[in-house]
């Protein structure tokens, strides 16, 4: 497993966060959390004790930032930094890592001791969420292709060519939508 | 090329996710245990669900793979029920093994359920022949998992003299403390990591970023500071820095971790049975590597090829390494 590089995927990322207005974005991201947690409930059941809990999950490459709250009606907002907010647990590092983390593909701890991601407040509560996303094996183009619906077929086609190159770029295996790993 | 006997690796699951992903890689057996204070890795999201175990268990015995259940923590007075239920469950989801440390569940289960194999845990820090020989003569325990501070000559020695088969950690996180009776945790927290199941728990954990400077807190004790370009440390006591006398640094033990793997050969020749990965606090992704690349040196040994170095460094505390104990040059 090699170390993830955060600098050209973070160039991918910031001009797609660039093209996509942040409302809609903000709008997307929100469907496809709660679709994924629903997805997931026994997993995600895992950090029940921490669902009113405020992440603020900062990409360190990118104009951006997510505040993440499980039990909230809006689970995940996207924010341009920096942004006021208030918050019980921050993780920050480059997208490529934090990508990576959620898709299972590199280890949290392993990133946290190689200072690629830095943590700060209630440790408790990013131990249980990092435990229930490893818990769910997230696989994410799986997962945005199951959320895009009717254009599941579409998307699956578009993913099967761009997942080699996506792969690359953050230097992780991304695995086909049409195989999940679970 | 010669054939030799193939060793055990025991690996680490710390949910049912990490379970497949090492099954995936080729482990022998995986340990876990119950979602609560029963087994010594109890933080919060990890762990089985008494449903999870029951499937898991199943899942691994579809694929040829043994499951050892860890409830090795020890009871506290008045609550032992939640413990013996949890021996219960694991004897009827057809658990591989119960890895034990309190004289009391191991009797418990020796009487109750005898056909279920019974392991000292590292926990009970039984680190010579005659500790050893009371637990198997009385509750007739099959294996002991050492602790990590023997070398491979006390190891050999022990095996000399035991009835029993031993395990061996082979890679991962190091306590170097007498385990399940350190106390540095409980003093800092006010919390046990004997009773309650978690070293250094993370609701007393904090980090400070100031400038390139990260500070990590234990309780009311800044155990690290360091610079940007040094590895972050998670704050245990044992492997502090503190200043005694003229002396400022790693006054117990470097954030570092075990990396036995080397010694495969000298493990084998002491007499030990099986190798045990740490690790059931991390994720998949460190599990599915641990395990691939121990699968692959324990079967180039077997197989009388030489022995790799493995490149697992990157996964650890403090990214370094040691052979720990095994290699003692402090006496």
């Known amino acids: 497993m090699e170390k993830p590089k955060g600098t050209r995927g973070s160039v991918w990322a910031g001009v797609g966060l660039q093209v996509l207005p942040l409302p809609i974005a903000d709008m997307a991201l929100r469907r496809l959390m709660m679709k994924i947690v629903a997805d997931h409930s026994d997993s995600f059941g895992r950090m029940a004790l921490y669902a009113s809990a405020v992440f603020l999950i900062e990409p360190t490459d990118l104009p951006i930032q997510f505040r993440i709250q499980f039990d909230s009606s809006a689970p995940i907002v996207c924010q341009r930094r920096p942004a006021a907010c208030e918050w019980d647990a921050r993780i920050a590092g480059p997208i490529s890592s934090l990508v990576a983390m959620a898709n299972g593909a590199l280890d949290g701890d392993a990133l946290f001791f190689s200072r690629d991601i830095t943590i700060e407040g209630n440790t408790d509560a990013i131990l249980a969420m990092r435990n229930a996303v490893d818990a769910a094996e997230i696989n994410l183009p799986y997962e945005i292709a199951g959320f895009l619906g009717p254009f599941r077929p579409a998307a699956r086609l578009a993913m099967q060519i761009a997942l080699p190159v996506i792969g690359r770029v953050f230097n992780v295996k991304m695995a086909s939508p049409g195989v999940h790993t679970a | 090329m010669t054939n030799r006997s193939r060793l055990e690796l025991v690996c680490p699951a710390g949910t049912p996710a990490a379970l497949r992903t090492a099954i995936g890689a080729g482990a022998d057996t995986i340990y876990c245990g119950f979602r609560d204070e029963t087994n010594a890795r109890n933080f919060p999201g990890l762990n089985f669900s008494k449903p999870e175990m029951e499937e898991s268990i199943a899942y691994a015995h579809e694929r040829e793979t043994k499951v050892f259940v860890a409830i090795n923590t020890f009871p506290r007075a008045g609550r032992e029920q939640l413990w013996h239920r949890a021996i219960d469950d694991c004897a009827a989801f057809g658990a591989d093994a119960l890895i034990l440390a309190d004289l009391g569940l191991l009797a418990y289960a020796a009487d109750r359920h005898p056909q279920v194999r019974r392991h000292l845990s590292v926990q009970a820090a039984a680190a010579n022949a005659d500790a050893i020989s009371f637990y198997t003569r009385n509750f ?192």
């Open chain 2, 140 to 331: 007739g325990v099959r294996r002991v998992v050492l602790p990590r501070i023997l070398t491979v000559e006390e190891i050999a020695a022990i095996n000399r003299e035991i009835d029993c088969e031993t395990e061996a950690f082979i890679f991962g996180s190091l306590c170097v403390m007498a385990e399940g009776r350190c106390s540095l945790s409980s003093y800092v927290t006010g919390n046990s990591p004997n009773l309650g199941g978690v070293c250094s728990p993370g609701s007393h954990v904090a980090y400070r970023e100031d400038g390139d400077e990260l500070t990590s807190i234990l309780g009311a004790f800044t155990m690290h500071r360091v610079g940007r370009d040094v590895p972050a440390p998670y704050p245990t006591v044992c492997k502090g820095s503190f200043a005694a006398g003229d002396f400022q640094g790693h006054i117990f033990e470097d954030p570092t971790s075990l990396d036995a793997s080397r010694l495969i050969p000298q493990l084998a020749k002491a007499g030990v049975t099986a190798l045990k990965i740490e690790g059931r606090q991390r994720g998949r992704a460190y599990v599915g590597a641990a395990v691939r690349t121990l699968r692959r040196i324990v079967d180039d040994y077997a197989a009388g090829l030489p022995i790799s170095g493995n490149a697992l460094a990157h996964l650890s505390e403090g990214q370094s390494m040691t052979q720990g104990a095994y290699r003692k040059v402090w006496r």
